[in-house]
Nanobody
Framework: QVQLVESGGGLVQAGGSLRLSCAASDTYAMGWFRQAPGKEREFVAAISQSSGLIRYADSVKGRFTISRDNAKNRVYMQMNNLKPDDTAVYYC??????????????WGQGTQVTGSS
């Protein structure tokens, strides 16, 4: 059983930055998804166990950076130049293989990110 706990969400003005963190497992590929009100959950970013493979949604490329520290069993997502459209609940996900599908093996409980205009 893998327990994922996110932290780092909050309210930030447009153009600002936040860093999300999630307790992770070094034996799993890790990723982030998000769900805005009234919308389906969508993929944001993913990283393989060794950090050798990384993938981003087109909407966040160049603004978000996913990374992991296996020594600390943590995965991070640095979010820069946040926009109001980035407002959503962000979920950490773990999956036995990379890439991470829309139904990964494990989900975190989610953390709210709000970008104000």
């Amino acid at each position: 059983q893998v327990q994922l706990v996110e932290s780092g969400g909050g309210l930030v003005q447009a153009g600002g930055s936040l860093r999300l963190s999630c307790a992770a497992s070094d034996t799993y590929a890790m990723g982030w998804f998000r769900q805005a009100p009234g919308k389906e959950r969508e993929f944001v970013a993913a990283i393989s166990q060794s950090s050798g493979l990384i993938r981003y949604a087109d909407s966040v490329k160049g603004r978000f950076t996913i990374s992991r520290d296996n020594a600390k069993n943590r995965v991070y997502m640095q979010m820069n130049n946040l926009k109001p459209d980035d407002t959503a609940v962000y979920y950490c996900a773990a999956h036995r293989w990379f890439p991470i599908p829309t139904s990964p093996h494990y989900w975190g409980q989610g953390t709210q990110v709000t970008g104000s205009s």
